[in-house]
């Protein structure tokens, strides 16, 4: 499945952005889908997951109730929204299908990643 991210940019401290993942070429609705991100200098680090049909979800410590993860598959898309943004959330943000932990191996198809920048 081919996968790609957008709706990165500049946010505020306190503020919001919703990221998208949209999916062509595979069934998408067949795949767990989750986010990882890049900052500057470090590794990559697992965000959250979501299942094929979004019943459950996995979310890492770090942006538990902040960001919400959602998917509609009718349109073949995984949405991220990020609330309360903090200066430390500033990554690119890739999406990835394929897998539901938090190990990027488990994952088979990754989108190009969309840079997010908060500034404080």
């Known amino acids: 499945v081919q996968l790609q991210a957008s709706g990165g940019g500049l946010g505020q401290a306190g503020g919001s952005l919703r990221l998208s993942c949209a999916s062509s070429?595979?069934?998408?609705?067949?795949?767990?889908v989750g986010w990882f991100r890049q900052a500057p200098g470090k590794e990559r680090d697992f965000v959250v997951s979501?299942?094929?049909?979004?019943?459950?979800?996995n979310y890492a410590d770090s942006v538990k109730g902040r960001f919400t993860i959602s998917r509609d598959n009718a349109k073949n898309t995984v949405h991220l929204l990020m609330n309360n943004l903090k200066p430390e959330d500033t990554a690119v943000y890739y999406c990835?299908?394929?897998?539901?932990?938090?190990?990027?191996?488990?994952?088979?198809?990754w989108g190009q990643g969309t840079l997010v920048t908060v500034s404080s």
């Open positions: 979501i299942s094929y049909n979004g019943a459950t979800t």
């Open positions: 070429g595979g069934t998408f609705s067949r795949y767990p």
């Open positions: 990835a299908a394929g897998g539901y932990s938090s190990r990027q191996y488990d994952y088979d198809s």
